[in-house]
């Protein structure tokens, strides 16, 4: 009698396991069901599809080119690597805002504001100032605009005459999105500092050297290597009458030596 009873309870306890192993397993199912008809909802519903995108007004860059390249980064999001994503408001991120700077070298700064309440994305780009104008001394190359901290942004005509106009003369190759040089805003402290003197309108770069030029043909050599020299003696020993004396040049790549003719 005690064995039949023992045999029964190992069976009902062995029901009732596999009963919780059902209810288990489709709970389970059950969670995945609805994880993956939310998944479904959130990504490819319309609930939160990108119904508009708003450029700011810009001067350098076509607003449709911002819009197909918003386009391009949903195309490139793909799950499991093989399911492009439709363009989401939710997967559309700070890296994805800044990498539109990465991709078109006129923008200087770029602000992404996600709107919910109509499913759109507000882009507002400020573009780079043109300071000047930059042309390679290599035959056939590009000329460009450049901003204040040089970097080149736009390809310029290479007719058009500017006011500042800035020349490599040695072989070095350049292209959109390349900064002229380092410390390039001391170059421009010193052509700010002495276009107050008398009218500057081009600047010569080479591997070594700067060479600012002035309209009466007077020049200044400046070392690369010493620019924060070279700004420091031009604020104490700058003097107008050195334009006046009907001096060729002023050479400043040897401080604390000058030379002059």
């Not at 736009?154 to 490599?168: C, D, G, M, T, Y």
């Amino acid at each position: 009698m005690e064995h039949v009873i023992t045999s029964n309870s190992y069976r009902l306890r062995k029901i009732q396991k596999k009963r919780k192993k059902r209810r288990l397993i489709f709970f389970i199912i059950l969670i995945l069901i609805i994880i993956i008809v939310v998944a479904y909802e959130i990504i490819f519903s319309s609930v939160f599809q990108i119904q508009k995108i708003n450029v700011s007004q810009t001067n350098f860059i076509n607003q449709n080119d911002i819009i197909q390249k918003i386009n391009d980064i949903f195309d490139n999001k793909k799950i499991f690597s093989l399911i492009s994503l439709p363009p989401n408001l939710l997967f559309f991120n700070f890296n994805d805002c800044q990498s539109l700077k990465q991709s078109f070298s006129p923008i200087e700064s770029i602000e992404c504001q996600k709107n919910f309440k109509d499913k759109s994305i507000n882009i507002n780009i400020k573009e780079r100032v043109v300071e000047g104008k930059f042309c390679s001394g290599l035959e056939n190359e590009d000329c460009f605009y450049f901003d204040k901290d040089g970097i080149l942004f736009l390809v310029a005509p290479q007719e058009e005459v500017i006011s500042f106009l800035i020349k490599e003369t040695s072989d070095k190759k350049y292209s959109l999105g390349n900064k002229i040089m380092d410390n390039f805003f001391l170059v421009l402290q010193i052509k700010n500092f002495l276009s107050e003197k008398i009218s500057l309108p081009q600047i010569e770069i080479n591997t070594y050297d700067i060479i600012y030029s002035f309209d009466n043909n007077f020049q200044i050599f400046i070392s690369k290597d010493k620019l924060k020299e070279t700004m420091d003696i031009l604020l104490h020993v700058w003097n107008d009458n050195i334009l006046l004396e009907n001096l060729q040049y002023l050479d400043l790549r040897f401080l604390p030596k000058i030379y002059y003719k």
